[in-house]
């Protein structure tokens, strides 16, 4: 089967701000993933998408889940996001349905496919590297707590730390001089993902593997405020984590699909 997380950037739902992506569009590109599972980031919820857009995603073969935020996003001056939710989209029989407040931050949807494995989707805090160990800490207890194969997929706000050339980056001392300078709220947050604890407490208080090695970035400048910058991938933020008992192949990083994300994708087998 084939399971995918994509952060759509509002843009399955119209927005006031113009905006280079509509929902049909956004249609399309879930047509051409083609996951049995696909976890969406700042979506609506399943209440608030148009009828239309529901029953084309439905007709697609689509079970819809979701859950708000239930976060301070709405009332943040730095969003568009009105409504924010989790959206799973599924094929397959899911045979339980969970909602769980990481760190009483932010919600992550769980699910049980089939009743043979769990896919927990996960939009983890993009302001503070504290905040997102404290959400870890606690999704690692859930993901301890049993033996089903589990997947973790979505957007983590983190990166990798090791000497990868973003995080190398960020860290370079002038660099962030640079940043501080021009007081950008985009490069500080960057400069606190460049961190890795977030990846890094996460890996060593579970079992879970990285489904991309290569660790190929995933998130560009290309955002709704800001359509003229280039659809550059800069880092990877979006990550797809399995447990060892499940095996991952064909791991991808889809071409740009309208938003500032790229949707990521892999194959996967119960061992």
Same mark, same amino acid.
């Given at each position: 089967?084939?399971?995918?997380?994509?952060?759509?950037?509002?843009?399955?739902?119209?927005?006031?701000?113009?905006?280079?992506?509509?929902? =049909? @569009?956004?249609?399309?590109?879930?047509?051409?993933?083609?996951?049995?599972?696909?976890?969406?980031?700042?979506?609506?919820?399943?209440?608030?998408?148009?009828?239309?857009?529901?029953?084309?995603?439905?007709?697609?073969? *689509?079970?819809?889940?979701?859950?708000? *935020? @239930?976060?301070?996003? $709405?009332?943040?001056?730095?969003?568009?996001? !009105?409504?924010?939710?989790?959206?799973?989209?599924?094929?397959? $029989?899911?045979?339980?349905?969970? #909602?769980?407040?990481?760190?009483?931050?932010? +919600?992550?949807?769980?699910?049980?496919? &089939?009743?043979?494995?769990? #896919?927990?989707?996960?939009?983890?805090?993009?302001?503070?590297?504290?905040?997102?160990?404290?959400?870890? =800490?606690?999704?690692?207890?859930?993901? +301890?707590?049993?033996?089903?194969?589990?997947?973790?997929?979505? =957007?983590?706000?983190?990166? /990798?730390?090791?000497?990868?050339?973003?995080?190398?980056?960020?860290?370079?001392?002038?660099?962030?001089?640079?940043?501080?300078?021009?007081?950008?709220?985009?490069?500080?947050? &960057?400069?606190?993902?460049? $961190?890795?604890?977030?990846?890094?407490?996460?890996?060593?208080?579970?079992?879970?593997?990285?489904?991309?090695?290569? /660790?190929?970035?995933?998130?560009?400048?290309?955002?709704?405020?800001?359509?003229?910058?280039?659809?550059?991938?800069?880092?990877?933020? !979006?990550?797809? *984590?399995?447990?060892?008992?499940?095996?991952?192949?064909?791991?991808?990083?889809?071409? $740009?699909?309208?938003? !500032?994300?790229?949707?990521?994708?892999?194959?996967? !087998?119960?061992?």
């Amino acid at each position: 089967m084939i399971i995918a997380s994509w952060n759509i950037e509002s843009r399955l739902s119209d927005n006031p701000i113009k905006s280079r992506t509509k929902p =049909d @569009d956004v249609i399309n590109e879930i047509k051409k993933i083609n996951a049995d599972i696909l976890v969406l980031l700042e979506a609506h919820n399943d209440q608030t998408l148009s009828s239309s857009t529901r029953q084309k995603l439905i007709k697609l073969g *689509y079970e819809i889940k979701s859950a708000p *935020y @239930d976060d301070d996003m $709405d009332r943040r001056a730095d969003s568009i996001h !009105d409504r924010s939710s989790i959206i799973i989209l599924s094929k397959l $029989d899911i045979t339980k349905f969970d #909602v769980v407040k990481l760190a009483n931050i932010r +919600n992550c949807l769980i699910i049980n496919v &089939a009743n043979k494995f769990r #896919v927990i989707g996960v939009h983890l805090d993009d302001r503070h590297e504290d905040s997102r160990i404290k959400q870890i =800490d606690q999704l690692s207890k859930i993901i +301890n707590q049993s033996n089903m194969p589990t997947v973790v997929l979505g =957007d983590f706000n983190a990166i /990798h730390g090791e000497d990868l050339w973003p995080a190398k980056f960020l860290k370079f001392t002038p660099i962030k001089f640079i940043i501080s300078k021009l007081s950008t709220n985009l490069g500080a947050k &960057a400069i606190e993902m460049a $961190d890795g604890k977030t990846l890094k407490n996460l890996e060593s208080s579970t079992n879970l593997i990285d489904a991309d090695q290569r /660790h190929q970035p995933t998130v560009t400048p290309k955002n709704i405020n800001q359509e003229f910058m280039p659809s550059i991938r800069l880092m990877q933020i !979006d990550h797809i *984590y399995v447990t060892p008992d499940i095996k991952i192949s064909n791991f991808k990083v889809h071409p $740009d699909g309208g938003s !500032d994300h790229r949707a990521i994708s892999a194959d996967l !087998d119960i061992i």
